[in-house]
């Protein structure tokens, strides 16, 4: 158990819908990072928040945001789904702002159907 | 080009034995982190072990160790004593940048099975 949770597990909802995603992050760690897990493109890194604040920037399309509230806890919102999106999406943390190691939740597998 | 190269999607080893997983990386960045997890079938992701550009020794881990050959942008993982439960999908990662132009690029991943 790395101590990142993520819900929910599984989620299965229709084109053009909107999910949000959710990430509580190790205890004391202050970064939050969103993968994106597909079989097509394999995994790809979406977006870094560090204490509240966006902090990189990968591949993330412009349907999908994410934040991390005070508590530091996470959410990627998608929207406008589209069948290519359904993925496995990971959140892992960290302690500081540049990773040297990065703990990942389990997932949360989104299928659009 | 491919960032990160893992040339075996497949290997397979036997029970006890050593195995190493290819990894090579293309960078332009001086300073860079790499980075080894595992995927068992179960789906999460597992750190493995980190290895820094700027580093001399190579990273271990308990029976993981990450052979770094900088000059030739290499960073195999190279796993002792091979068990049953070391079989699963091998990722080689790499950092590039710092700050806000930080980011994170994954290889293809390799397969292990260990065999009994």
């Known amino acids: 158990d790395s101590g990142v949770t993520q819900t929910p597990k599984h989620l299965i909802t229709a084109t053009g819908q909107r999910v949000t995603l959710r990430c509580s992050p190790r205890?004391?760690?202050?970064?939050v990072y969103w993968y994106q897990q597909s079989l097509d493109q394999g995994l790809q890194f979406l977006i870094q928040y560090y204490n509240g604040e966006e902090r990189a920037k990968g591949n993330i399309l412009e349907r999908f945001s994410a934040q991390q509230f005070p508590d530091l806890h996470s959410e990627l919102n998608l929207s406008s789904l589209e069948l290519g999106d359904s993925a496995l999406y990971f959140c892992?943390?960290?302690?500081?702002?540049?990773?040297?190691?990065?703990?990942f939740g389990p997932g949360t597998r989104l299928t659009v159907t | 080009a491919q960032k990160i190269t893992q040339t075996q999607p497949g290997m397979f080893v036997q029970e006890k034995e050593a195995v190493t997983l290819d990894c090579t990386y293309d960078t332009s960045d001086q300073s860079y982190g790499l980075f080894w997890y595992k995927q068992p079938s179960s789906g999460e992701m597992i750190f493995l072990i980190y290895q820094g550009s700027y580093d001399e020794q190579n990273a271990t881990e308990g029976r993981y160790s990450l052979n770094f050959q900088k000059a030739r942008k290499s960073a195999n993982l190279v796993i002792s004593a091979s068990q049953l439960g070391d079989s699963a999908m091998y990722f080689c990662a790499m950092r590039e940048g710092r700050g806000y132009g930080q980011n994170f690029v994954f290889g293809p991943g390799t397969r292990l099975s260990v065999l009994p």
């Open positions: 892992a943390s960290s302690e500081g702002t540049v990773s040297y190691e990065q703990y």
């Open positions: 205890s004391g760690d202050l970064s």
